[in-house]
């Protein structure tokens, strides 16, 4: 089928992560061939601070896929070619309007979903890690104005994705818009599409699973291509995955292997590159002092138990970082200057009069830390479902990046793996940081006696520049004192 060029449309990548330079494409949600609506998701993308879903701003038939899953891509380079001719274009001209994610914008900037930042340079795509396959990066020439055309290798097979959208996903706001999946029609189709169908850039057939599954096996870094699936059609589901992972870990045979086949080289990518890098940065910017306090806090836990009753807090999960974030919140109060931030360029301390209440939460794809913006405003029961709400968001991997900044202090609860205590890493543009360790059951002096109690070890990092020595031990005392006895929260 021939096109004309007026009937073509070319989506470039917008900056989804307020300012970030790039992104990788993770795996695209429609195939060529498709029809495409307003707002349908077109592809899944990972900044260095979350994965989103880009949705489309136009309605019409996928014509090409210009990069290949896998490609870290400049904002502001196209990245698939829609036709228009048999939809109503949301936008209108060879490029979407203004205002529409992807189009032009005032000043000749390209409007995003958070913010604007494209740059006028080339896509790069890191190696793969599959043996004898080539390492040279695709380019994306976005500086002509031109829709690109990369033909795939002559012994490559149609350009077909054999991915089966999950069907369970619920609908996802990115910048304002309220992005429902309208892919069911696109999943029957993955789900039926044969084995042998291959995608883009890829040599053979694209194995068969859900999106949910590939990022799975990606994180564990097992490859679906080796995988046989048990599922529907051949589906690779995730149990699949697991048997994998667990052949992988059984005990090698006695004989070494051969070359690099005892190694594995997993790629720095996304979240676990931008967190690598601020923990860097602050490790050596900011000068850490970390002070101990080990705490009985069997009232506290008795408390916890009375409050978990209350209708107030039915449904909600009252557990120790709850109750150590409202200690936390209250400490602040009294000494706000923990509550700061140092600024290099005016040489000044900012102190907050809000709390924007971090709490560190491990993914799959790396450490992340969501905050609970004002925190400090919030009820026990209010306090205690947005907690719920954060943890959840970012273990599914849908942590918004505007919920990842402007932090103003940080817990992280360590005390989940069974740890005792450590010595926290400030965020970046925090002062202090609190860890939280495991509640044991230990023998105890009470009332001059020796008794079995329920005890804490709290561990608080700050910046040396902003707090001192005094002010740090009086605010993790104040802290060990609302735990140890929460009645003390009344003279707050």
């Given amino acids: 089928m021939t096109h004309s060029t007026s009937e073509l449309r070319s989506f470039r990548l917008p900056d989804v992560g307020e300012g970030l330079p790039e992104a990788e494409i993770l795996q695209w949600l429609v195939a060529v061939g498709d029809t495409v609506g307003v707002n349908q998701p077109l592809c899944e993308v990972e900044t260095a601070k979350a994965a989103v879903e880009l949705p489309s701003p136009f309605a019409g038939t996928v014509v ?10 400049d904002v502001g380079a196209p990245i698939i070619t829609i036709d228009v001719g048999g939809g109503e274009a949301a936008p209108a001209g060879v490029e979407p309007s203004a205002g529409l994610i992807g189009g032009a914008a005032p000043g000749g900037r390209t409007a ?107 994180d564990l870094g097992v490859d679906l291509a080796t995988l046989s699936g048990s599922g529907p059609g ?72 009375r409050l978990a009753a209350r209708p107030e807090l039915a449904g909600a999960t009252v557990g120790p970082l709850l109750l150590v974030a409202k200690a936390v919140l209250l400490a602040v109060r009294r000494h706000p200057m923990v509550n700061s931030s140092w600024d290099e360029a005016a040489q000044e301390i900012v102190v907050k009069d809000y709390v924007n209440l971090g709490i560190a939460a491990a993914t799959p794809r790396g450490l992340v830390v969501p905050n609970v913006k004002d925190a400090d405003r919030l009820a026990l029961p209010e306090l205690a479902v947005a907690l719920e709400k ?103």
Avoid at 64 to 73: K, M, Q, R, S
Avoid at 113 to 119: A, F, S, T
Avoid at 154 to 178: F, I, N, Q
Avoid at 265 to 276: L, Q
């Fill in 64 to 73: 090409e896929l210009l990069v290949e899953a896998g490609t870290v891509v």
């Fill in 112 to 218: 995003v979903l958070v913010g604007y930042g494209p740059r006028t340079t080339e896509a790069r795509r890191r190696p793969r890690r599959s043996p004898g396959r080539s390492t040279d990066l695709p380019r994306v020439d976005h500086g002509s104005g031109e829709v690109p055309r990369q033909p795939p290798p002559p012994d490559e097979g149609p350009p077909l994705l054999a991915t089966a959208p999950d069907m369970r996903s619920k609908p996802v706001r990115h910048g304002g818009l309220e992005v429902g999946r309208q892919a069911e029609a696109a999943a029957l189709r993955g789900a039926a599409a044969p084995a042998q169908e291959a995608s883009p850039g890829r040599r053979g057939p694209r194995p068969l699973a859900k999106p949910p599954v590939r990022k799975y096996a990606k």
């Fill in 234 to 305: 051949g589906c690779i589901t995730r149990a699949d995955v697991d048997a994998a992972l667990a052949d992988r870990s059984a005990p090698a045979p006695a004989a070494p292997a051969a070359g690099g086949a005892r190694e594995q080289r997993i790629p720095i990518t996304g979240v676990r590159r931008h967190t690598a890098a601020a923990m860097v940065a602050s490790a050596f910017t900011a000068p850490h002092v970390t002070e101990f306090l080990t705490v009985d806090v069997t009232r506290t836990m008795k408390l916890r138990s």
């Fill in 390 to 492: 954060l943890t959840e968001t970012a273990r599914a991997g849908r942590t918004a990046p505007a919920d990842m900044t402007g932090g103003t202090i940080t817990i992280t609860n360590v005390g989940v793996f069974g740890v005792d205590t450590g010595t926290p890493i400030l965020n970046p543009g925090e002062s202090a940081i609190l860890a939280l360790g495991a509640v044991r059951l230990m023998p105890w002096v009470h009332k001059g006696k020796v008794r079995p109690r329920q005890v804490v070890q709290l561990a608080l990092s700050f910046d040396h520049r902003i707090v001192d020595g005094e002010l740090g031990s009086r605010f993790l005392a104040d802290v060990g004192a609302l735990l140890q006895d929460p009645g003390n929260a009344l003279a707050y």
